[in-house]
C-alpha cells in the first residue's frame, strides 16, 4: 500500500443546512473510508503488525521462517509526542497588561483540572501516527473536551477561499449513528433520516481537526519501506543463523537404496551418488554462513536514512565517539534538526489550539464570566532550553557588558523561550532592585544628618 498522507475533506458548498446536510454528508463519506483504511492500517503497523514481513514467503527451506520486526514505527512516534509534548502547553499572556495574571491562572487551573495535559499528548499521538487528530469541545459544566478516534470523525471543510471548515462528524461505527456540528446547529443522523435537530452557537466548529503537516502525512510513513527493509534483513539474517545451525549432511558415494529416506528427510541430509575411480565415501556439512558484518552496514545505514528523513537525533553511537563537546555534538548528532522539526510541528498544532482555546474562552467567557479575549493569550510549548547553558551565559553576558539592548541579547543566544517575557519581567526585577537600593541609600544619608 503506498501512502501519502490523508485526504482533506472538500465540499463546494458555504454553508450545511438541513437540505443539503444528507448529499455533503455521503460524499464526504467516501472520501473518508478512504482514509479510514489508511488510518487502521498506520495504526496497526504502530502496534507492530508489519504486513510485508509478516506475510513474506520463503521459496527454499520454507521450515524455516522467522519472523523479526525492530517496531521504528513505535519508536519515531514515541520520540516526537514526547519531544513536544512531554512538557505541559502552557497559557500565558501577551500583552503588558498583569491584570490578566489571574484571568490567565483560572484559564490553566481549568485546563490542568481537565486533565488537558495526558489529552495533548494523546492528540499528538494520534496525530504523529496517521496525520490527523481530533478534539471535540462541549459547554457542559461549564466545560468538557475530549479527543476522538480519527478512525470515526472528519472534518468538511469549503472549498473557497480560506478553506473554513463548514461540519464536524463523529459517528459510532456498531450502531451507524451520526452526530454532525456546525456552526450553529447539531443533527443526528442515522442511514438517510435525521432523527433529531438542535440549535446552538459557537464561534467555531466544536470538533477541530490537528495535524502536524498540511500533507497530513504521519511521522513515520515516509520511511515504510525503510522499515520494511530493516525488518526483511533482521528476518532473513535470523533464517540464515537457524540455517547455519541446521545444515543438510552431504552422503557421498553411498547408495540410496541402502538408507532409510524418512531418515534422510528428518536428518537435512543429501545421498549423492558414488564418485567412483575407488573413492572413499564421506559424510559432510553443506553450510554458508551469512556476512553479518556487511549486513549491519546495510542496516546501520537504513537506520541513519530513517532518522535523517523523521529528524531524530542519533542516539544509538552511530556517529561514532569523538573528542566534540556541546554545540558541536548537538549539531553532528542531529539535535538542531529534531529541535527545527518540533519547531515545525508547533506551528501546525497551534493553529488548530487556537481554534480550540476560541471556543473554550467562549464558553468560559459567557458561563463563567471569565474575560479573556485570544489576542491577549499566548500558546507556549515548554521544552528544555539548557544545553550549552555556560555558553550562552557568557554570551548573554558579553552582549549585555558591550551595551547591546537586553531584549536582543536575549533573543540572540537563545537561552529563553520567551525571550520578550524574560525581557519584561527582568526589567520589572531590575525597577524593584534599583527602588530598593535608592531607598536604602536614602534612609542611609538621612541618618547621617540627624547624627
Not at 454553508?15 to 483504511?37: K, P, Q, Y
Not at 490527523?132 to 479527543?147: G, H, Q, T
Not at 552582549?399 to 519581567?425: C, R, W
Request: with cysteine.
Amino acid at each position: 500500500m503506498i501512502l501519502t498522507g490523508r485526504r482533506i475533506i472538500y465540499s463546494d458548498e458555504t454553508e450545511i443546512t438541513r437540505d443539503n446536510l444528507l448529499t455533503v454528508l455521503n460524499n464526504a463519506l467516501s472520501v473518508h473510508n478512504m482514509n479510514r483504511m489508511e488510518i487502521q492500517y498506520l495504526y496497526d503497523m504502530y502496534r507492530g503488525v508489519f504486513p510485508q514481513v509478516i506475510e513474506r514467503k520463503k521459496e527454499v527451506r520454507e521450515d524455516i521462517q522467522n519472523t523479526v520486526i525492530e517496531n521504528h514505527a513505535y519508536e519515531i512516534v514515541s520520540f516526537k509526542t514526547g519531544y513536544l509534548l512531554g512538557e505541559p502547553i502552557q497559557y500565558a499572556r501577551r500583552n503588558e497588561d498583569e491584570a490578566f495574571n489571574d484571568k490567565i491562572s483560572t484559564l490553566n487551573g481549568y485546563m490542568n483540572l481537565l486533565g488537558k495535559n495526558n489529552k495533548d499528548k494523546e492528540l499528538g499521538e494520534w496525530a504523529y501516527i496517521c496525520g490527523v487528530s481530533y478534539r471535540m469541545v462541549l459547554a457542559r459544566n461549564p466545560l468538557e473536551f475530549d479527543n476522538l478516534d480519527p478512525r470515526n470523525a472528519f472534518v468538511v471543510y469549503n472549498n473557497g477561499f480560506g478553506r473554513k471548515p463548514l461540519m464536524g462528524v463523529s459517528y459510532n461505527p456498531k450502531t451507524g449513528v451520526f452526530e454532525v456540528f456546525t456552526k450553529n446547529h447539531y443533527y443526528k443522523v442515522l442511514g438517510a433520516d435525521i432523527l433529531e435537530e438542535r440549535v446552538y452557537s459557537y464561534p467555531q466548529i466544536p470538533i477541530i481537526e490537528y495535524h502536524m503537516n498540511r500533507a497530513r502525512l504521519g511521522a513515520f510513513e515516509p520511511v515504510i519501506t525503510l522499515m520494511d527493509a530493516i525488518n526483511a534483513l533482521q528476518s532473513n539474517r535470523a533464517d540464515a543463523v537457524e540455517q547455519f545451525v541446521q545444515a543438510f549432511m552431504k552422503f557421498r558415494g553411498v547408495n540410496a537404496e541402502d538408507i532409510d529416506m524418512e531418515k534422510i528427510n528428518e536428518l537435512k541430509a543429501i545421498v549423492l551418488p558414488g564418485v567412483g575411480n575407488g573413492a572413499q565415501p564421506d559424510v559432510e556439512l553443506i553450510s554458508s554462513e551469512l556476512n553479518q558484518s556487511q549486513v549491519q552496514i546495510l542496516i546501520d545505514d537504513l537506520n541513519f536514512k530513517i532518522r535523517n528523513i523523521c529528524g531524530l537525533p542519533l542516539t544509538n553511537g552511530t556517529a561514532g565517539s569523538s573528542s566534540d563537546t556541546g554545540a558541536a555534538v548537538i549539531y553532528r548528532d542531529g539535535w538542531e534538526q529534531t529541535e527545527a522539526r518540533a519547531r515545525d510541528d508547533e506551528m501546525s498544532f497551534i493553529e488548530s489550539e487556537k481554534m480550540f482555546l476560541g471556543i473554550v474562552l467562549d464558553i468560559l467567557n459567557t458561563q463563567e464570566n471569565l474575560g479573556l479575549d485570544l489576542n491577549s493569550i499566548d500558546i507556549k510549548f515548554n521544552r528544555r532550553y539548557s544545553d550549552n547553558l555556560l555558553v550562552k551565559s557568557q554570551a548573554l553576558t558579553e552582549l549585555l557588558n558591550d551595551g547591546i539592548h537586553p531584549l536582543i541579547a536575549y533573543q540572540t543566544v537563545g537561552l529563553f523561550k520567551d525571550s520578550i517575557d524574560v525581557y519584561e519581567m527582568s526589567k520589572k526585577y531590575q525597577e524593584e532592585k534599583r527602588n530598593a537600593r535608592d531607598e536604602e541609600i536614602s534612609t542611609d544619608r538621612s541618618a547621617m544628618q540627624t547624627m
